[in-house]
């Protein structure tokens, strides 16, 4: 088995993203768990916007307002389990370091997995969280035990190792640390995708440098120190270099570096500005030159008085506690003086409910005393009855085994008449064919000799039954001679058991009379304290409290719970060996019964299993049939819109050749524009949030939301694959005729030659 754990990229940066999040997650789910916030996703909602409130953190477009980490777990994981292990992971890494988050397990798809919403604002300090893989942790281990740091790695070891502690197994050779090692030995090691293939433009090997700077260009976005003049020696710290810089002009490169040089792996700010003006607004891109190398100034200063704003609030936070803890107290010790003065009216009332009680508890005894002493009467009698029975079950036995010596003495005279019979019935088969002449007098005879040979048979088989059942009487009754001996054997132990327990009642009931005597004292006593309490008030209160705690919470309940305890066990203990008599003798009668009936269910449920099993495998057979079908398809969508998205970057289509594609097509109405080459743009731009969109959701496992997209653009999709399989002959014919006029060539230069 195989765990998957997953921290999604879209990155939710107001509080509509994040609304539509948990209702996304409760949508689907069996269930919601909140971990400090409400099951309910509208009051969890509110509370993490006032948590984020509370700090100044919920400002849109500004900052990340959750984390959604995705658990993934194997095909037919028990939802229960997979919520189980959710909850103990969101308690161990989020919630003790001071992070709320909310829960849902999905089953819409073929494997059952766990979403998780994280508050990415510390309800304890304020402090953001941070997601970092030990990669970018290697620059900064300085950060490396802060509660608000999250190591990716670590993350993964702890969500595997929660689920095998809860019975979920993954093979060692599964587990996320040791394919991630050999991942560095062997390119094809690890099974599925890794964070970073969720990117918009992670197509293939040669593309995978771009978004590398992309994402440390995104970091350095964050740095308040970064200036035009310091950008080089920033970017070196991330490992990028800047080739050239045009103040100016507003144009800055980023390339990779190795070996402490540049690489030919280098892409313009601008560039990156356009593949990713449709994931942010103009005001938050961080690859616009104006954002990138904006004035930070105010932002230090925020940061400093929001540090220090964060400190009086705290500061006047504890004030405010304070004040309302001693307030507290001085109502607490006044309420508290009153309480206990009103519970000793109580107390002195209960005590006198408690020596009534006591007087019941004497009548019981004694009615529980009379009726032991019936049921040790009835159980004698059933023990002179059944020694009674026994005689006349040997009896029967004889009889049986007489009957069985008759039988069975009597059986080889039956099996040679049987077998005369079916001689004779022989002959009159072979006569029947000898005298045609005679045919209707010798069928007759025929059926007459077929019948008493039937007879016989019949006869001989009763007789053999009549033997196998005396057997089993013989057997039956034997074992029950055996059953009521043991019975005679325990009765009497029981009766003594009995006889014991009415002199414990005995005893018991004394006890309880002497009690009666001490609790009677007692309540004149505490009479007397209720009346010295009333009058110095709250010191006898606290007195009398420390009395009560010492002598009647921890000895007298205790006693009378002992008591109630046993009287209970010894009613069950006489209930059950009733029951147990009337079971047995049900049980006796049933058993022939439910021999005869054992033989045919099992036949019954063998077959039934038999041909559920048949149907199950054929169901499934079907369904994987159909999975791989829809699977081919959506590769071949995939794959087709992600080449024709390559032609267009190409220049290989024109502009008047992409608008014919999709002009007459209703889903595409709205991509239209007067001016053709800003309708060609839109087209590329919608064609691109399709694939991204596509394969972010067949990435999650989304799969009604891919039959969506496969379903609302089949027109369109299936014009892009016709122009991809066109432009893939024309190409064949194109390789075809270039080799045949360079062979042309060849030959004619061996003319020439010659």
């Known amino acids: 088995m195989q765990l998957v754990m997953k921290i999604a990229e879209e990155k939710r940066m107001n509080s509509n993203g994040m609304k539509a999040l948990f209702n996304y997650i409760a949508r689907d789910s069996f269930t919601t768990v909140g971990i400090g916030m409400s099951d309910d996703k509208d009051k969890a909602f509110r509370q993490t916007q006032a948590n984020k409130k509370r700090f100044n953190k919920a400002i849109d477009d500004k900052m990340r307002f959750c984390f959604h980490d995705i658990i993934s777990l194997e095909y037919g994981t028990d939802k229960e389990l997979a919520l189980k292990i959710g909850i103990e992971y969101c308690q161990k890494e989020y919630e003790e370091k001071g992070y709320n988050?909310?829960?849902?397990?999905?089953?819409?798809?073929?494997?059952?997995?766990?979403?998780?919403?994280?508050?990415?604002?510390?309800?304890?300090?304020?402090?953001?969280?941070?997601?970092?893989?030990?990669?970018?942790?290697?620059?900064?281990?300085?950060?490396?035990?802060?509660?608000?740091?999250?190591?990716?790695?670590?993350?993964?070891?702890?969500?595997?190792?929660?689920?095998?502690?809860?019975?979920?197994?993954?093979?060692?050779?599964?587990?996320?640390?040791?394919?991630?090692?050999?991942?560095?030995?062997?390119?094809n090691a690890r099974k599925w995708l890794t964070k970073n293939q969720y990117k918009v433009f992670k197509q293939d090997e040669e593309k995978s440098w771009r978004n590398?700077?992309?994402?440390?260009?995104?970091?350095?976005?964050?740095?308040?120190?970064?200036?035009?003049?310091?950008?080089?020696?920033?970017?070196?710290?991330?490992?990028?270099?800047?080739?050239?810089?045009?103040?100016?002009?507003?144009?800055?490169?980023?390339?990779?570096?190795?070996?402490?040089?540049?690489?030919?792996?280098?892409?313009?700010?601008?560039?990156?500005?356009?593949?990713?003006?449709?994931?942010?607004?103009?005001?938050?891109?961080?690859?616009?030159?104006?954002?990138?190398?904006?004035?930070?100034?105010?932002?230090?200063?925020?940061?400093?008085?929001?540090?220090?704003?964060?400190?009086?609030?705290?500061?006047?936070?504890?004030?405010?506690?304070?004040?309302?803890?001693?307030?507290?107290?001085?109502?607490?010790?006044?309420?508290?003086?009153?309480?206990?003065?009103?519970?000793?009216?109580?107390?002195?009332?209960?005590?006198?409910?408690?020596?009534?009680?006591?007087?019941?508890?004497?009548?019981?005894?004694?009615?529980?005393?009379?009726?032991?002493?019936?049921?040790?009467?009835?159980?004698?009698?059933?023990?002179?009855?059944?020694k009674e029975e026994i005689p006349h079950l040997e009896a029967s036995i004889k009889d049986y085994n007489n009957t069985k010596i008759l039988l069975q003495e009597d059986l080889p005279g039956k099996e040679l008449e049987a077998e005369k019979k079916i001689d004779i019935a022989n002959e009159k088969e072979k006569e029947v064919e000898r005298l045609k002449a005679l045919l209707q007098q010798a069928e007759k005879e025929l059926e007459s000799a077929n019948t008493q040979k039937e007879k016989a048979i019949t006869s001989r088989d009763n007789t053999k039954e009549r033997i196998d059942n005396i057997d089993t009487l013989i057997k039956n009754n034997s074992d029950k001679i055996i059953e009521n001996n043991e019975k005679i054997k325990t009765i009497p132990v029981v009766v003594e058991a009995i006889k014991d327990s009415l002199e414990k009642t005995e005893k018991?009931?004394?006890?309880?009379?002497?009690?009666?005597?001490?609790?009677?004292?007692?309540?004149?006593?505490?009479?007397?304290?209720?009346?010295?309490?009333?009058?110095?008030?709250?010191?006898?209160?606290?007195?009398?409290?420390?009395?009560?705690?010492?002598?009647?919470?921890?000895k007298y309940e205790a006693e009378e719970q002992n008591k109630l305890e046993m009287a209970e066990e010894l009613k069950k203990k006489f209930e059950e060996f009733q029951n147990n008599l009337l079971k047995q003798n049900i049980e006796w009668d049933k058993i022939n019964k439910l021999n005869q009936?054992?033989?045919?269910?099992?036949?019954?449920?063998?077959?039934?299993?038999?041909?559920?099993?048949?149907?199950?495998?054929?169901?499934?057979?079907?369904?994987?049939?159909?999975?791989?079908?829809?699977?081919?398809?959506?590769?071949?969508?995939?794959?087709d819109l992600t080449n024709f998205i390559d032609i267009i970057d190409k220049g290989e289509i024109t502009n008047t050749e992409l608008i014919d594609i999709v002009d007459d097509l209703e889903e595409c109405e709205n991509w239209k524009d007067s001016n053709k080459l800003q309708y060609g743009r839109n087209i590329k731009s919608q064609l691109n949030d399709l694939k991204v969109t596509l394969n972010v959701k067949s990435a999650f496992g989304e799969a009604e939301k891919v039959d969506e997209i496969l379903t609302t653009n089949e027109k369109l999709f299936k014009k892009i694959s016709d122009f991809i399989e066109k432009t893939k002959t024309n190409t064949e014919i194109n390789n075809n005729k270039d080799i045949t006029e360079e062979i042309e060539v060849k030959k004619e230069d061996k003319e020439f030659e010659y």
């Open 101 to 187: 988050c909310f829960i849902g397990v999905h089953t819409d798809t073929k494997n059952t997995h766990i979403h998780i919403l994280i508050d990415t604002v510390n309800f304890r300090n304020g402090k953001m969280l941070q997601s970092l893989t030990e990669k970018q942790l290697e620059k900064v281990p300085e950060r490396k035990n802060l509660e608000e740091v999250h190591i990716y790695e670590r993350q993964r070891k702890l969500v595997e190792d929660i689920a095998i502690s809860n019975g979920y197994q993954i093979e060692n050779n599964k587990r996320y640390e040791y394919m991630h090692e050999a991942k560095k030995n062997d390119k």
């Open 212 to 386: 590398d700077i992309a994402n440390k260009i995104k970091e350095m976005y964050k740095r308040l120190d970064l200036t035009e003049e310091n950008v080089n020696q920033i970017a070196m710290e991330y490992g990028l270099t800047i080739t050239r810089h045009n103040k100016e002009k507003q144009t800055i490169t980023f390339a990779t570096v190795e070996n402490g040089e540049a690489t030919k792996n280098r892409i313009k700010l601008e560039r990156l500005y356009d593949q990713e003006k449709g994931n942010f607004t103009s005001e938050t891109n961080p690859f616009s030159y104006e954002n990138f190398f904006r004035d930070r100034t105010k932002e230090i200063e925020n940061n400093k008085e929001f540090e220090e704003f964060v400190k009086e609030i705290e500061a006047e936070e504890l004030e405010k506690e304070l004040e309302k803890v001693m307030k507290e107290k001085e109502k607490t010790i006044k309420e508290v003086a009153e309480n206990l003065i009103e519970n000793k009216k109580n107390i002195y009332k209960n005590e006198k409910e408690k020596a009534e009680e006591i007087n019941k508890m004497i009548e019981i005894n004694q009615i529980d005393y009379k009726q032991d002493k019936e049921k040790i009467t009835s159980l004698e009698k059933e023990m002179i009855k059944r």
């Open 597 to 639: 009936q054992v033989a045919e269910q099992v036949r019954l449920e063998r077959e039934q299993k038999a041909l559920a099993k048949k149907k199950e495998e054929a169901e499934a057979r079907r369904k994987e049939v159909e999975a791989r079908a829809k699977e081919e398809f959506e590769e071949k969508v995939k794959a």
């Open 508 to 554: 018991k009931i004394e006890e309880h009379r002497e009690e009666l005597k001490v609790v009677s004292e007692v309540v004149k006593e505490k009479e007397q304290d209720y009346k010295d309490i009333k009058e110095n008030a709250f010191e006898k209160v606290l007195e009398y409290e420390s009395i009560i705690r010492t002598y009647y919470e921890k």
